[in-house]
């Protein structure tokens, strides 16, 4: 596999840095990481799951 290429999200953090970042991880899923710590490495998740994932913030269940 090749390196991951790294994204971030468009909506975490604005102009302070904090974000997500996200990388396709070839057939094992989806990469997260912290972009102020990317020494500290990253979670993979499976597609299924990170669509999961998306739709339960899309719908508010982690809101506080």
């Not at 997500?20 to 597609?47: F, Y």
């Amino acid at each position: 596999m090749t390196s991951p290429v790294w994204r971030k999200s468009s909506r975490s953090g604005g102009q302070q840095g904090d974000c997500v970042e996200l990388a396709r991880m070839g057939t094992a899923g989806i990469g997260l990481r912290d972009s102020k710590n990317q020494a500290a490495g990253h979670l993979t998740i499976s597609t299924d799951a990170f669509g999961a994932l998306v739709r339960r913030i899309k719908t508010g269940e982690f809101a506080p």
